[in-house]
Nanobody, 115 residues
């Protein structure tokens, strides 16, 4: 059974930083592509960042240069370091991974950036 548990969200002022964590079980983050998505109120869920099994990373243009996705293979955990946060980054952030063609999601963690 795959479980993805996000943590690290909270309230931060614009310009601040947060680090989100996604603790995975039932899926090995080092050999499966993992992703972060977010969903703001009244908007569709959007892709934020991804890390491939080979370690390559990619980012949405809106977060490029500010966010960094990484993983700790020993802890089977994926991270999203978010710097220079903006009010428009306010959203629920979700961790996601695909295993055997099934897409799995965490429960999400709220990030609120005040101006």
């Amino acid at each position: 059974q795959v479980q993805l548990v996000e943590s690290g969200g909270g309230l931060v002022q614009a310009g601040g930083s947060l680090r989100l964590s996604c603790a995975a079980s039932g899926i090995i983050v080092s050999i499966n592509a993992m992703y972060w998505f977010r969903q703001a109120p009244g908007k569709q869920r959007e892709w934020v960042a991804g890390i491939s099994s080979g370690g390559s990373t990619d980012y949405a243009d809106s977060v490029k240069g500010r966010f960094t996705i990484s993983r700790d293979n020993a802890k089977n955990t994926v991270y999203l370091q978010m710097n220079n946060l903006k009010p428009e980054d306010t959203a629920v952030y979700y961790c996601s991974g695909t295993l055997q063609r099934n897409k799995y999601w965490g429960q999400g963690t709220q990030v609120t950036v005040s101006s």
